[in-house]
């Protein structure tokens, strides 16, 4: 996304610079507020898509999602000018690299619905679809004779690395591995692959108590291979250990490989997927294995390309040369064309946020679950004719939050309720009787090993907000009984995770024996008789169930990675939660990804005794926090 402060590092003079332009008239025009405590999501109400359910569609699930509005690919020359698009789409279009001859440009697109690998010629025409997986492919690199494709697949289950024979269209899976591959690059003759990929690394991070990335997510520790095109000769050639690597590219005479790499350390600390990190160019002669390290300095470095005698690469604000040259301007992912006279990038058309940002329709691998996304954890009034959702400030060193309340298709938004400063609010539930929105305020997330938080009652009506809980513990997470008499929530004391039960008449609690001191995002089943939650008492975070009177505990499901956010259907029927069940699809670092904090949660389903899991979404990018849509507003 080219922010404010970037569009200033880009020349003035710059066709970059003029392409800009419309974003930030768009921008200026989306994040206007109308009077007191009304937000605007866009002057043009063509923009915003209905809720209702696709033909065809039981139900709707609303989710949170940060992938980008919509990305374009983009040419431009050597020193940054003469930017043009390629082959424009409000579908998101990125990863695109230049074929060996340079008459065609490879990329992945979403035109048809899902990500799929695209060709065009450099002039905009000839556009051909190569892949139509319903799965996720992407990062494509053509063959130097142009006969085959290479790419990263989701269609076996997890990221591996996919030939396609563009003559025969047969394909085969190159690596087939659990773990994930990314970034495949050609050797200039042909006959080798190098890629990155988590295999063979630590799942999990030190269990600490301070804040930050490192108490939840799962890391990816990335190594460099190479292996030849028929799949033997399978070897590593960074360290496997100490350091995380990524983006690997050839020299032209194919005796070296230049990629970037970073200490293993930043990982676990948030550095690379939020961009606070440091990496450095590093070429590996593949015969001696012998290193040389191509740059110095703070910052993250990516995408290194030869270009002559030189190894351009990309950083935060533009692209550098390894002999000093520096070209500012979001140019994400650039490849170069054969003569180096060019280059081919893609960079976001639609800089929109949460607050401002059209209610989406999206594509969903099961047509009776449609899905919607909304900016943030939301909730929905019993009739379905509103919704409320978190608007969360993340920007500077002050973070808090803001309840919204909206209709279904993201008109007439009005913020309802705005907490204190300096912290959070999440885990908004609308009560089934109407009467009571349910949050929690304080020090969540990655804070909440170290503060405190409570549970606020806010009225729908008139904004009015009534605290619940009054103890020092830290809670949040609520979810209502269909009675509306009690509430199940979360409750943190240190690093212990435990699930409470709330009667609103006495104000009395008791704890909820599941059996476990982690336990969290519980979510009452709308027919009363379980508790679905998530518990992390078996090594990583899974979904559980249990009885509201503590009996019946069962392990709802057994799956690599993460399972977390349960929402169980109005029906009683289904479960949706968020799933890393099938891993990194790309590497985490924020250049490649940016605005993805846990770049692998999906949204799945399954019924609501663990049978028939299935994914409804397949990118690289995280969706989560998914909530039903109540059944009577559906068509």
Not at 83 to 102: C, E, H, K, Q, W
Not at 189 to 197: E, H, L, M, P, R
Not at 225 to 240: K, P
Not at 394 to 408: C, D, M, P, Q, Y
Request: with cysteine.
């Amino acid at each position: 996304m080219v922010t404010l402060a970037e569009l200033a590092l880009i020349p003035s003079g710059s066709q970059l610079m003029k392409s800009c332009v419309f974003c930030i008239i768009s921008l200026s025009l989306a994040c206007a507020f109308i009077g007191a405590g009304q937000i605007t999501a866009s002057s043009a109400q063509e923009d915003l898509q209905t809720a209702s359910a696709p033909m065809g569609s039981q139900y709707t699930i609303a989710f949170k999602s940060f992938a980008p509005n919509n990305s374009d690919i983009f040419l431009a020359d050597q020193d940054g000018s003469h930017i043009r698009a390629v082959v424009p789409d409000p579908a998101l279009d990125y990863n695109a690299s230049f074929s060996a001859d340079g008459h065609w440009i490879v990329f992945t697109s979403y035109r048809a619905g899902s990500a799929d690998i695209w060709r065009v010629h450099p002039d905009g025409s000839g556009l051909q679809r190569l892949t139509s997986d319903p799965g996720f492919e992407d990062q494509a690199a053509l063959s130097p004779d142009g006969r085959s494709l290479a790419f990263v697949s989701s269609r076996s289950g997890q990221a591996d690395i996919w030939i396609l024979d563009l003559v025969t269209h047969k394909m085969r899976n190159l690596t087939d591995h659990p773990a994930g591959d990314f970034r495949p690059a050609w050797s200039p003759d042909g006959k080798w692959i190098a890629f990155s990929s988590d295999r063979d690394r630590p799942r999990a991070c030190p269990n600490t108590t301070r804040p930050g990335a490192g108490s939840f997510v799962t890391p990816q520790y990335r190594d460099i291979y190479l292996v030849r095109t028929d799949g033997s000769g399978l070897r590593r050639i960074t360290n496997g250990t100490s350091e995380t690597a990524g983006t690997p590219s050839w020299s032209p005479d194919g005796t070296r490989i230049v990629f970037y790499t970073g200490d293993a350390e930043q990982v676990c600390t948030g550095g690379l997927v939020l961009g606070t990190g440091t990496t450095q160019i590093v070429s590996v002669e593949i015969v001696s294995g012998k290193r040389e390290t191509l740059t110095t300095g703070d910052g993250l470095k990516v995408c290194p390309r030869w270009v002559g005698r030189d190894v351009v690469y990309q950083t935060k604000d533009g692209i550098r040369f390894t002999s000093g040259r520096e070209v500012h301007g979001m140019f994400q992912v650039p490849a170069w064309s054969p003569d180096v006279r060019r280059f081919v990038f893609h960079a976001e058309t639609d800089l929109r946020g949460d607050r401002e940002r059209p209610f989406q329709t999206w594509p969903s691998l099961d047509r009776r679950f449609a899905l919607l996304r909304v900016p943030d954890a939301s909730s929905f009034s019993p009739s379905g004719e509103r919704m409320v959702y978190i608007l969360t400030n993340f920007h500077g060193e002050i973070r808090s939050g803001k309840l919204v309340t909206a209709n279904l298709d993201g008109s007439d938004r009005k913020v309802l309720w705005e907490g204190p400063l300096t912290q959070d609010a999440a885990g908004p539930a609308w009560s089934p009787c109407g009467d009571a929105i349910l949050v929690g305020v304080g020090g969540l997330f990655q804070r909440a090993q170290i503060g405190t938080a409570s549970l606020m009652s806010v009225n729908p009506k008139n904004g009015q907000a009534l605290q619940i809980t009054h103890d020092d513990a830290n809670n949040g997470m609520p979810s209502w009984s269909p009675d509306c008499q009690q509430v199940v929530y979360r409750v943190a004391r240190g690093s212990n995770r435990e699930l409470h039960i709330l009667d609103l008449a006495t104000g009395n609690s008791h704890k909820l024996e599941t059996g476990s001191e982690y336990d969290t995002f519980p979510s009452w089943s709308p027919r009363g008789d379980w508790i679905v939650f998530t518990s992390k008492r078996d090594g990583d975070y899974e979904i559980y169930r249990i009885r509201p009177d503590g009996t019946g505990l069962r392990r709802l499901t057994h799956l690599p990675g993460n399972d977390a956010h349960p929402s169980v259907s109005p029906d009683g029927e289904w479960t949706a939660f968020a799933t890393s069940a099938q891993g990194f699809k790309d590497e985490a670092v924020q250049p490649l990804l940016v605005g993805t904090f846990q770049p692998y949660g999906e949204i799945g389903v399954m019924r609501i005794d663990g049978s028939e899991f299935h994914l409804l979404t397949d990118n690289a990018t995280e969706e989560g926090a998914p909530a039903w849509v109540p059944l009577k507003t559906q068509k």
